[in-house]
């Protein structure tokens, strides 16, 4: 029996069939093409000696040629489906992967451009590729004419090596892809030296030495090129790096993201919410005795943390309070096998220096300190995970948030996660949980909604931070300084969140899809759930159960929106003043 409402259709809302909460008219294409890449990708990269394809940044010209050609067969069977007589659920598909083939062809064209430019970087390539394709199937080898070409290889790549450290800087971006050719040009020479070696008598006894000399260098060379790199160093104290990507790439991004809006509107959105939320602080501010100095409330807020060793206790009550929250609300059904089932661990003091508050998934990963850690960073770290701020995102990371979108994005529709996921569902739907919370009166305290509200500001700065950054106008320093002079952050915090930010692997957009993907997700709220065409629970019954889709494709399913096969994005979600 299913955990959640089967519903009547209603007008102008799609409550989905449970015809289609598995599968759609065009997600056997969405599942072959994924398959189909791959292969390819298993087939043409660099296969381990276990057999297993251990995945790459860069491609060989011979993968990107197969990979273009499969991009163009798919398309010209998406072109012969009968997109007309399809559900809207098959149209979505449809138009996403349309849109995702096409997104993927324009990047391997831009590969094929950074690899022309490249190649003068790579002398060697052609050798070391042509032994790889013989691996491939088995192909006997000579052992001596491989060492002899391995030896010759390791004079051309000398060569190169000595002309690429005597010569200038190279632009940041062709740096990193030539070493990063180079690296997958050494994986390609591991993966056949490895499937020969030990096996052919007369390989094994010739190429060993040669191997080890030229795979050594291979390794050096491209240090050398990385060293090379006129990567903007920034002479700020911050220590953090980052490589800002300009603005007409955050625009591209954003129009493949399916986001209606450029880099200054949502600069401009950032701006507006900023505003709202510092209206909301100066009346928790006022409420709490002192007046417009809402950095004194705040500072009350922080100091109100718990014992060490007593965090894990508070994540249990405050996970129950929002539960408890959710039920009384009547706003979605909660599977109770998904409550009962989420994990905990804590971080460790390495990953709270670029994580410093608690992250969640499947469990929740708790950031508090350990005995480890100096005194002052305990005491921030301990003002920064206070009950009032943790209080305002326990759910964004269990239930209703990040565990209960595992839970469910494992048993419906399972092929969007992979071919649809994107930042702007992920933290979009968690984000969402945030602002409709606190509208429905989850912070009931001004403490509890200067928590809250610190989150929100927070998800404001992100966009500006985020996006300052990539338009070349902010140092990292200076996004530090305005998450404690605007948000209220600790510093150590502030530094670890935007050392996240930048050095990890996060996209450029995803910081800035939290807030932006939740007011999607909350203006579609709006026009369901308080017009009266769909109740909280048939809602959160139906989003949920889409899994990963950009929110412009969510809301066409839901309101059984008419669509064309060549549809664009062109949604706008956000009303500015």
Known sequence: MSLFFASPA?????????????????????????????????????????????????????????????????????????FDKMSIYGKADYILLRQKIENNQVLLVNEQKQQKAA????????????????RRRGTAVDGEMIANMLHKMLAVVKKAKTTVEAGNKIPEQQAQYAADLVDDIKNRLKSAYDFYNGYDPMFTWWVPKPYEALSS??????????????????????????????????????????????????????????????????????????????RAAQEKVKNSYVPAGKQPELIIKLNDDAIQFINQKKLMNLPPLAEETWGMIMMSPERQLVNPFFTGGREISISYPTNTMSHEDKLMSMRGNNPYFSRGTVQHELVPGHHLQFYMNSRYKTYRQSAFNTPFTTEGWTLYWE???????????????????????????????????????????????YLVNEVGHEYANAHGEVKRSFEANYGPLYQLAYL??????????????????????????????????????????????????????????????
Request: hydrophobic share 40%; with cysteine.
């Open 119 to 134: 190649w003068l970087y790579v002398p060697f390539a052609d050798s070391i590729y042509a032994f790889e394709q013989k």
């Open 217 to 294: 260098l291979l390794g050096e060379y491209a240090k050398s090129i990385r060293s090379k790199s006129d990567k903007k160093i920034f002479n700020d104290g911050s220590n953090i790096g980052g490589n800002p990507i300009g603005k007409d790439e955050i625009n591209r991004q954003l129009k493949s993201e399916m986001i209606a809006y450029t880099a200054d509107e949502l600069l401009r959105l950032a701006d507006q919410e900023m505003e709202w939320c510092r209206k909301e602080l100066l009346k928790a501010s006022r409420e709490m005795g002192f007046g417009d100095d809402w």
């Open 435 to 481: 602002l409709l919370l606190y509208r429905e009166g989850f912070a009931k305290t001004p403490e509890e909604r200067i928590g809250m509200l610190f989150w929100r500001m927070h998800r404001c700065a992100r966009i500006t931070f985020s996006l300052k950054f990539h338009l070349g106008e902010w140092t990292p320093q200076q996004c530090v300084d």
């Open 516 to 577: 932006v993907g939740g007011l999607q997700l909350f203006s579609i709220h709006k026009e369901l759930v308080d017009s009266g065409k769909m109740s909280n629970i048939q809602f959160h019954d139906a989003v949920i159960k889409e899994n990963h889709l950009p929110m412009e494709m969510l809301r066409a399913t839901l309101l059984n929106q008419k669509l064309d096969r060549n549809y664009e994005t062109r949604w706008k979600f956000y009303e500015f003043k």
């Open 10 to 82: 209603l007008v102008n809302a799609q409550v989905p069939s449970v015809l289609y909460e598995q599968a759609t008219e065009t997600s056997g294409n969405v599942i072959q093409y994924l398959q189909d890449v791959r292969a390819i990708d298993y087939f043409y990269g660099a296969m381990s000696s276990g057999g297993r394809w251990g995945g790459s940044s860069v491609h060989s010209p011979e993968q990107i040629t197969r990979l273009m050609k499969l991009n163009n067969d798919h398309l010209a069977i998406l072109k012969k489906l009968d």
